[in-house]
């Protein structure tokens, strides 16, 4: 029975620079909520209360999103503003978390690596903190009844387009049943032509705890980078390993394209913006493929904007 998850936030971001100097890319909002938010709800509603963030310098905004704030919470209880002050207080009663320090960003590897002691020996999910998976069964808990029947490891996957898996682990397997697989290697940022398949390690896994010796045994790559993938490979000649292709819609927050498409795929879906983004968007549209839009038509769109 899985219990824990991990959740590496301490990266440096390096893709959205310069937003990401000063602020967490995990604390970058997608529309009302830090992404991190979306990883722990997930975890939560996976069945996982006991959440292990892997935090470094630059972070202390994530922990204090967890916090609690009696100040701010007695300021809303005062102005009447009950929904606000019950949404503040959810997130820091959401789930037990505990932080650990990465001194050194020396890659995802390294950084789970600094989960062991509180890990012990049990398996656990792991989840990456930029990344938000919207689906109707919580990713993660689709990776733990895989492994409730197969048992080892389970990494969730998604199919990309072959010219683009040079960005992604890669997995190369066969197909079991439905969307189930069995590993039978693991290749990161493979060459188009050298990459086995098109399946992509999509940001969730679950691991067994054999997963911190293999992450001992390896070396950084050429870039100073301990990589998960390298582990994984190791903790594949060990035990079976299964990979599942995750029924939901994954978004990148960590690069610019991916986090502007995921703040308009929750946005389209509001029930208050969503009809009036989608117009703002057909109009966008049609403006641009005329010419450039013009500043001021999107200036006189914006209806929320306060007027004191
Ligand atoms: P990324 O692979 O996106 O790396 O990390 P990054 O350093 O954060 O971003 P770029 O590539 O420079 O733009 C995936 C997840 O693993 C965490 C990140 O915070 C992110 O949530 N991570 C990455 C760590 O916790 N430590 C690391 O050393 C690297």
Known sequence: MIKKAVIPVAGFGTRFLPATKAIPKEMFPVLDKPAIQYVVEEAVASGLSDILMIVSRGKRSVE??????????ALLERKGNQAERDAIRHISNLANIDFVWQKEMLGLGDAVRLARNHIGGEPFALLLGDTII??????????????????????GM????????SRYGII???????????VDGLVEKPAVHEAPS??????RYVLTADIFSCLEQISADGKGEIQLTDALRILLQQAPMHGVLLDGRRHD????????????WFGLQHPEIGKPL????????????????????????????HSN
């Not at 204090?64 to 919470?73: A, G, K, M, Q, V």
């Not at 098109?198 to 940001?203: F, K, R, T």
């Open 64 to 73: 204090e999103h967890f916090d609690r704030n009696p100040e701010l919470e």
């Open 134 to 155: 919207q689906s109707s069964i919580p990713a993660t808990r689709q990776l733990m009844d895989i492994q409730a029947m197969f048992g080892g490891s389970v990494i």
């Open 158 to 165: 998604e199919t990309v387009p072959l010219d683009k898996v």
């Open 172 to 182: 190369a397997g066969r197909k079991l049943v439905g969307g189930v697989y069995r």
């Open 198 to 203: 098109n399946l992509a390690i999509a940001g």
């Open 253 to 264: 927050i960590g690069n610019k394209l991916d986090y502007l498409k995921a703040n308009l």
């Open 278 to 305: 989608r117009t703002f968007l057909l109009e966008l549209i049609a403006e641009t493929e005329c010419g450039e839009p013009s500043p001021h038509n999107l200036e006189s769109d914006d209806e929320s904007s």
